[in-house]
Nanobody, 124 residues
Framework: QVQLVESGGGLVQAGGSLRLSCAVS????????MGWFRQAPGKEREFVSA???????TRYAESVKGRFTISINAKNTLYLQMNSLKPEDTAVYYC??????????????????WGQGIQVTVSS
């Protein structure tokens, strides 16, 4: 089992920045793909970004490319640096882990473990 705990969300004005963190604990000896997803009110959960366990491979949704940066450190903490935030980035953000892969996926059903989610609100 793997446990994921997000932190760092909050309220920010448009154009501002936030950094989300996700602490990964448990059975972390296997390679994992790590991802961030988000769900806005009344919308389906969508892919935001993903990174391989080594940090060498990253993937981004087109809507966040150039503004968001995903990373993972040696202490198994996943980050999402979010710059130039827009009101449409308002959502609950979820950290997720995909077992046994070196290529992180972009689909919800590829992921095996999920955090509880954290609110990000961008005001106009």
């Amino acid at each position: 089992q793997v446990q994921l705990v997000e932190s760092g969300g909050g309220l920010v004005q448009a154009g501002g920045s936030l950094r989300l963190s996700c602490a990964v604990s448990g059975r972390t000896f296997s390679p994992y793909g790590m991802g961030w997803f988000r769900q806005a009110p009344g919308k389906e959960r969508e892919f935001v970004s993903a990174v391989s366990w080594s940090g060498s491979t990253t993937r981004y949704a087109e809507s966040v490319k150039g503004r968001f940066t995903i990373s993972i450190n040696a202490k198994n903490t996943l980050y999402l640096q979010m710059n130039s935030l827009k009101p449409e980035d308002t959502a609950v953000y979820y950290c997720a882990a995909q077992r046994g892969t070196v290529i992180p996926g972009t689909e919800i059903d590829e992921y095996d473990y999920w955090g509880q989610g954290i609110q990000v609100t961008v005001s106009s």
